[in-house]
């Protein structure tokens, strides 16, 4: 059978790659979390010698849906390195502009899998494109400590944020660029620790520190899909032939993946006006 394989991360600066070979548990160290030093160019590799570097405590990682030798990995100092597996101690580049404290979440958009967003303590999420090291795509300012952030798999513009004061606030990049379109009330007596989506049915689950789930019905507006009309008949010519599931998925697919296109290049253009991509 296959062996079974994970992957942890650790405040002592190490991911590390676990496996289970016939009831034994070899441990192997995948990345080690190099400061860059002082004088290191941000947004490049790592630091030229590793063993005499300091290492930052590492809070999180995610790998890329598509290319499963990369990831992300978030450090408590609020740095950001692209990393990949087939490099212990060197990064393939750090983000600049990335976070002033913790970064407790890393997530990929399933449909864009170079799209990825990221919380943190310091109030924000940030919204990076992997190609782009330089700066943020954009950035959301909820005005208390982040803790965690996940993609909605029906949609590919929407997103959930829990924070520190017991509420989840959801956003539509289609919809609204700067505000969420919907902030619920979980808790006043908690901090919210996680949120989950459920891939096959409209709910969110949300998590706190006192080891309460609550479970959410998403609205139907935060999950509905483009519409694919069928080909409409043209006088003097036969029946068109209808779109199949598969060719509706397709349409869909693409459609939804233009309205993220569409806000990522207006940001961009945001960005430049304002003097930001430099």
């Avoid at 965690?148 to 959930?160: E, G, L, N, R």
Wanted: hydrophobic fraction near 35%; glycine fraction near 6%.
């Amino acid at each position: 059978g296959k062996n079974l394989t994970f992957f942890s991360v650790s405040t002592d600066g190490r991911i590390c790659n676990w496996q289970i070979i016939k009831g034994s548990i070899i441990l192997a160290t995948t990345m080690r979390l190099v400061k860059p030093e002082e004088g290191d160019e941000i947004g490049t590799g790592g630091p030229r010698d590793a063993k005499l570097s300091v290492l930052s405590g590492g809070t999180c990682f995610a790998f890329n849906p598509r290319h499963e030798y990369l990831f992300v990995s978030g450090t408590d100092d609020g740095l950001l390195h692209l990393c990949s597996k087939a490099y212990t101690n060197h990064y393939l580049a750090t983000f600049r502009r990335s976070h002033s404290m913790p970064v407790y979440r890393i997530a990929w958009n399933e449909w864009n899998t170079d799209i990825f967003l990221t919380a943190s303590e310091d109030w924000t999420v940030k919204l990076w494109d992997r190609h782009r090291t330089h700066a943020p795509i954009t950035s959301f300012d909820l005005g208390v400590a982040t803790e965690d952030v996940a993609w909605s798999p029906h949609t590919c513009c929407v997103f959930a944020v829990a924070t520190q004061d017991g509420k989840v606030r959801v956003y539509d990049l289609s919809q609204n660029k700067y505000d969420p379109v919907c902030v619920q009330q979980v808790t006043r007596r908690a901090k919210l620790t996680r949120l989950a989506f459920n891939k096959n049915s409209p709910i969110l689950l949300v998590g706190d520190d006192e080891g309460k789930v609550r479970c959410f019905k998403l609205s139907p507006n935060l999950r509905q899909l483009v519409h694919i009309e069928q080909p409409k008949p043209k006088p003097g010519q036969p029946p068109p032939v209808p779109y199949t599931e598969d060719e509706i998925t397709k349409l869909r697919r693409e459609a939804e993946l233009k309205k993220l296109t569409a806000f990522i290049e207006r940001a961009i253009k945001s960005n430049k006006a304002a003097g930001l991509e430099t």
